[in-house]
């Protein structure tokens, strides 16, 4: 893969030496690691996920070729589409995993002015959130978004 190749090289060239060299031996062990699973589930190629999250790279290919951007999608719930997320979680109200309020934002929580609990934080939803893959904008957008959880799936959980 020409893109792979790319990469490689780019991480090759960030330290010197045989430094330089493990950099890019770890970034391809990485990346040949995740892209079976991520091409798997949009149903695309491997080379096409690749070009994909290429192309929207603004960093460093070293940090950007890292387990917090491209982690396993164990877990992950996938929608096809924000709007059937939407339809998923229709009251828009979140469990903060934080002060357990109901915030209605799913990344900052506003159920109280103390918390300012922040899924995308250090310490991400404490596991109590859930992750999500939105399939149709992945390629624009390509993360796993790690939020609150929806006060329906928590129902669901409990078998309700
Ligand atoms: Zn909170």
Not at 53 to 62: D, F, Q
Not at 115 to 139: A, E, Q
Request: hydrophobic letters at 35%; proline letters at 4%.
């Amino acid at each position: 893969m020409e893109t792979l190749e790319k990469i490689k090289q780019l991480c090759r060239e960030s330290w010197s030496g045989e430094t330089g060299e493990q950099r890019a031996v770890d970034a391809e062990a990485f990346i040949l690691g995740f892209l079976p699973s991520y091409a798997g589930l949009l149903g695309i190629s491997q080379q096409q996920v690749l070009d994909a999250i290429e192309a929207k790279r603004t960093y460093s290919a070293v940090n950007y070729y890292q387990q917090s951007n491209f982690p396993s999608l164990d877990g992950v719930k996938i929608f096809d589409t924000k709007q059937a997320f939407a339809e998923a979680a229709p009251s828009k109200q979140f469990r903060c995993p934080s002060c357990g309020g109901v915030s209605s934002d799913p990344y900052e929580c506003d159920a109280s002015k103390d918390c300012d609990w922040k899924s995308y934080g250090l310490f991400g939803t404490l596991g109590k959130g859930v992750r999500i893959v939105v399939k149709d904008t992945f390629l624009e957008h390509p993360r796993v978004h790690e939020i609150f959880m929806p006060l329906e799936f928590e129902q669901q959980a409990s078998g309700l």
